[in-house]
């Protein structure tokens, strides 16, 4: 029987979410020889393309020095173009090349497998329940920041 400490949401939310990374990391290392840094990269030119290493920085939450060793990778592979930013020389655009689609459309099939094997067995309502809970307690986290940010 779980202790009480076990069952504290902020210990599972933390046990959870460590427990996804190393899955994804030997999902990613195991079917493309990439890393999850990688495939988040590619992801998120996917959903915003264009962005800059410093933003995709800041969305990772890693050094721009980091995102810069990664995207030099993903460069390499030719999945990803570094593209001067016409008002400023100094930013750098990341654009996904053509050869992007189909590894974008294979890491989509590996994310749809790990979402069914990570929700097996939650019941549909528990899980929209369980999502609208995450929603609120990351609008509870942010609402500080958007107010920074506003000011």
């Known amino acids: ?13 933390h046990d959870v979410a460590r427990l996804m990374r190393t899955k994804a990391d030997q ?3 195991s079917t493309m020889a990439m890393t999850r840094a990688q495939w ?3 992801f998120r030119l996917e959903q915003s393309p264009g962005l ?3 933003e995709l920085a800041s969305i990772l939450e890693v ?7 990664l995207v030099d990778k993903l460069e390499a592979r030719e ?4 593209c001067p930013d016409p008002n400023d020389r100094r930013i750098w655009r990341l654009a996904l090349t053509p050869k992007a689609e ?8 590996h994310r749809e497998e ?15 329940a369980m999502t609208n809970g995450l929603m609120e307690m990351k609008a509870n986290l942010t609402a500080g920041e958007n107010a920074a940010d506003a000011k």
């Open 52 to 54: 800059s290493q410093k």
């Open 1 to 13: 029987m779980p202790t009480r400490f076990e069952r504290d949401y902020l210990v599972l939310l």
């Open 79 to 82: 999945l990803v173009k570094r």
């Open 63 to 69: 050094e721009p020095i980091t995102v810069g060793r």
């Open 40 to 42: 988040i990269i590619l």
């Open 114 to 128: 790990f979402r069914k094997f990570l929700v097996a067995g939650i019941d549909r309502s528990l899980l929209e």
């Open 27 to 29: 999902l990613a290392r």
């Open 102 to 109: 189909p590894i974008l459309k294979q890491m989509h099939v």
